[in-house]
């Protein structure tokens, strides 16, 4: 199978998943918040946010690591080598995974002042949380897209179920941590049961690795470390943190929904990126630097194709949005207009720091994400006392912009290739048209499904008006044909060569 024929095939699963866990998402999300109310939304959020960054202490790196040297060996047809490494990964990550849940376990039992159902909640989750990424990881080192959408696919709609079923009698946070845990229990199993037919699942102990590629690991692991320690900060939600200490819990509730619906927003353009780390780290086995350049102007152009109509569409309409929420969330709409437009760059850079993960070059990541978190944490500290949930969706995304602009420049002097500044512009101004329009008829109207629906008509027509797309960019989605239903294919071929004027 060819790389771009890989491509397409992980884009198709990563798609599925992706559209349908935003759709599940944004419909519990809004359940949700109208049945807690922001206050007790903002606890719940609080949760949830303490879960991912307990992971992240858990997980020093080691699922980037499966996912690089899984594709890596995989790709040059050494299974055992692959499994090898699978087998002393899970196992540093149950241990690590145990001692930070135990960890928190033992406090919430230590401190009477502290919340003790829900930090035993929390604890367990975190186990949980470290297994699944590292199986997903695995998954996708295998370049295996289909296990783990599937999976997503139906832990999400259970979730979904069960946490509109909750709050629909009148149950508060408890049962649902509940719920999410039985998700994470449901998705490692499902994942699990389809990973030995990638890796050898050996008995214990586990097949020694060469000196080489264990230094290898350490030294991609610690790098990854040190940018999950500062991009923690810039990226993570980190701003909850702050808004802990100087907001309310009505702040925490508006950052973390808009941060959560712009970022299952621009998990769209995600689609066309999730897939590059294995297939760089592929191409770097087989040493071919000419398809990496090639694949790496291609996803850019995709990338921002599909990222800045959804940022900046996604702020036009963001007052229409914010009301879905209900009333008291329509003071929302600031901040989730700076998160649609914030997150642009960095689904666009995703494409640059999957490629340098990949030729192991995440050094600069470190260099860059560190400086960037010190910048954030002085912007948190000028902006949250005094604007809130505003200010910190400021610090956050003005941060996210800086370093994303860095690391797609670093990355294109790495490849040593001009990035296409002219047809990224000629992007721009096709979305900003169609957001444009879209703004206008939300406003007039009032209506957010019609002005959603013009801009989707408007934008495609704009892209050819401008000529953002070019035959190589036409020949990958083309390929995307394959995977769509047989009675939708003529139309989805006849969109694309709409688009690419030649």
Same mark, same amino acid.
Request: glycine content about 8%.
């Given at each position: ?53 307990? /992971?992240? =202490? ?104 069960? +946490? ?139 990338? +921002? ?38 997150? =642009? ?31 954030? =944490? ?33 990355? /294109? ?23 444009? /329009? ?65």
């Amino acid at each position: 199978m060819s790389v771009y024929q890989t491509i397409v095939r992980n884009t198709y699963w990563s798609a599925l998943s992706t559209v349908g866990g935003l759709v599940m998402g944004v419909i519990t999300n809004i359940v949700i918040a109208r049945a807690l109310g922001a206050p007790l939304l903002g606890r719940y959020n609080y949760w949830l946010w303490l879960i991912g960054l307990l /992971a992240l =202490i858990a997980s020093p790196g080691l699922p980037g690591a499966m996912t690089k040297f899984g594709a890596e060996y995989l790709g040059r047809e050494e299974r055992e080598s692959a499994s090898a490494i699978f087998a002393r990964l899970l196992r540093i990550e149950l241990v690590l995974g145990a001692l930070v849940g135990g960890t928190v376990l033992v406090f919430s039992l230590l401190v009477p002042a502290s919340d003790t159902a829900a930090l035993a909640l929390v604890a367990f989750s975190v186990l949980l949380v470290v297994v699944e990424v590292f199986f997903q990881a695995a998954a996708k080192g295998a370049q295996d897209f289909r296990v783990f959408s599937q999976a997503s696919l139906i832990g999400g709609f259970l979730y979904a179920v069960a +946490a509109i079923t909750i709050v629909s009698f009148g149950y508060g946070i408890y049962p649902l941590l509940i719920a999410y845990i039985g998700r994470r229990i449901l998705t490692i199993l499902l994942i699990g049961w389809k990973l030995p037919a990638h890796y050898t699942l050996q008995g214990s102990p586990a097949p020694a690795l060469p000196p080489e590629l264990r230094q290898r690991i350490i030294r991609y692991s610690r790098d990854i470390v040190l940018i999950f320690a500062t991009s923690t900060i810039p990226y993570e939600r980190f701003g909850v943190f702050f808004l802990k200490l100087f907001a309310t819990d009505v702040d925490i509730a508006f950052y973390s929904q808009s941060f959560d619906l712009a970022m299952k927003s621009m998990a769209i353009p995600a689609i066309f990126t999730a897939t590059l780390l294995p297939t760089f780290a592929s191409l770097q086995g087989q040493n071919d630097v000419e398809r990496i350049g090639r694949v790496y102007l291609s996803s850019n152009r995709i990338a +921002a194709a599909v990222a800045m109509p959804i940022g900046l569409g996604g702020a036009a309409v963001a007052a229409s949005v914010a009301l879905l929420y209900g009333p008291d969330f329509l003071g929302m709409t600031p901040i989730l207009a700076i998160f649609f437009i914030g997150n =642009i760059g960095g689904s666009i850079a995703s494409v640059s720091v999957a490629m340098l993960y990949s030729a192991e070059e995440q050094n600069y990541m470190v260099r860059l994400n560190a400086v960037v978190a010190l910048f954030n =944490i002085v912007l948190s500290l000028l902006l949250v006392p005094a604007l809130g949930a505003t200010g910190a969706a400021l610090a956050t995304c003005g941060c996210q912009t800086v370093s994303s602009a860095m690391c797609i420049a670093h990355a /294109a002097r790495r490849l040593q290739v001009e990035l296409p500044f002219r047809i990224l512009g000629r992007v721009f101004f096709a979305a900003l048209s169609a957001a444009i /329009a879209a703004w206008l008829i939300s406003t007039w109207l009032g209506g957010l499904v019609v002005a959603v629906a013009a801009a989707v008509l408007i934008y495609p027509v704009m892209l050819r008006t401008f000529a953002a797309l070019d035959t190589s960019d036409q020949e990958l989605l083309t390929r995307l044909s394959q995977h769509v239903p047989q009675s939708l294919a003529p139309a989805y071929q006849g969109l694309v060569q709409f688009l690419v004027r030649s």
